[in-house]
C-alpha cells in the first residue's frame, strides 16, 4: 500500500443495518442521495506566561455523525424513526367528499364511495356553497346510501369515517418510543487520483444510534425532498473504535 496515494470521495454509499444483538440485517438502503460522515472533537488548552500564549492542547469529547439523506421513503424507514412496528389491518379512514344529490324521489338521497361508520344524527353534511356552514339534517343511513332533508341542493359535501380493509398499513409515532442503536455498513468507491480507477471502499460503524428526527414535505410545487437521518456515532461496546475504513482493489 502506498501511503501517499490520493482518492477522490463523491459517490454515495450503499447502507446496511444490522441488529446489534442477533446480527442480522434489518434494512438496506439503495436510493440515498447523501451519505456524509463527520468527526469532531474538542481541545483544551495548558496557557501561561506574558500574554497567556498556549503552552499544551489536549483533545477530548470525540463525537461523531453520519448523515444520510434518502430520496423515497419506506414502510421499514417510519419503523426505524417511529420505534414502533407497523400494524397491518383495519383502521378508521376520515374522509370527506363531494356528492351529487339525487332529487329524482320524494326524499333526496346522495349514495356514498365507503359505507360510514357514523349512525344518522353524527354524519355531518352541508350543501356544496356552504361547507362547514350550517349543517342538513340526515333522515336515513342505509349502507353506502344517505337521506337528507333538503331537496334544493345540486350537491353537498359529507365528513364521515370508514373502515378501511384488512391490509392497510399504519405506522403509529409515539411519545416514548424511539429509534434504536444498530451496526452500520455502507459501501461505496472511491476513486484513485493515479490510475483514474475507482476502488472499493467500505465504512463500518459498529455503533449508530438512529435518529428520531423526521422532516416529511408535502409541497405544491417543485422537487420532492429526500428523508434526512442525522445520526450519533457511538463507541464500539468493545473497543474504542468508533468508524473503521477499509479500501480494497
Known amino acids: ?7 477522490g470521495v463523491k459517490e454515495v454509499m450503499d447502507v446496511i ?30 496557557r501561561g506566561g506574558k500574554g497567556n500564549a498556549k503552552l499544551l ?5 470525540k463525537e461523531g455523525k453520519l448523515t444520510i439523506e434518502d430520496a423515497l421513503l419506506s414502510p421499514k424507514s417510519l419503523e426505524l424513526l417511529s420505534g414502533n412496528a407497523g400494524e397491518i389491518g383495519s383502521k ?3 374522509q370527506r367528499e363531494v356528492c351529487p344529490v339525487d332529487n329524482s324521489a320524494d326524499n333526496p338521497t346522495i349514495t356514498l ?42 350537491s353537498v359535501i359529507v365528513y364521515y369515517t370508514f373502515e378501511s380493509t384488512a391490509d392497510t398499513e399504519q405506522y403509529i409515532i409515539d411519545a416514548d418510543k424511539f429509534s434504536g442503536t444498530y451496526k452500520l455498513v455502507g459501501n461505496t468507491v472511491i476513486r484513485n487520483s493515479q490510475t483514474g480507477t475507482d476502488e ?11 435518529s428520531s428526527n423526521i422532516t416529511l414535505n408535502f409541497a405544491a410545487e417543485g422537487d420532492p425532498q429526500p428523508i434526512s437521518f442525522e ?19
Open 1 to 7: 500500500m502506498n501511503a501517499n496515494t490520493k482518492f
Open 17 to 46: 443495518l444490522y441488529d446489534m444483538e442477533t446480527g442480522t440485517p434489518v434494512i438496506f438502503f439503495d436510493t440515498l442521495k447523501t451519505s456524509n460522515l463527520e468527526m469532531t472533537s474538542e481541545k483544551v488548552y495548558a
Open 57 to 61: 492542547t489536549w483533545e477530548l469529547n
Open 92 to 94: 378508521t379512514i376520515y
Open 113 to 154: 364511495a365507503y359505507k360510514p361508520k357514523e349512525t344518522a344524527e353524527n354524519i355531518i353534511i352541508y350543501s356544496a356553497d356552504d361547507d362547514c356552514g350550517t349543517p342538513i339534517k340526515v333522515t336515513d343511513v342505509t349502507d353506502k346510501t344517505i337521506t337528507i332533508d333538503k331537496a334544493d341542493a345540486a
Open 200 to 210: 472499493a471502499f467500505q465504512i463500518v460503524i459498529p455503533n449508530l444510534k438512529w
Open 231 to 249: 445520526c450519533e456515532i457511538l463507541k464500539d461496546p468493545n473497543s474504542s473504535t468508533m468508524v473503521e475504513l477499509t479500501r480494497w482493489a
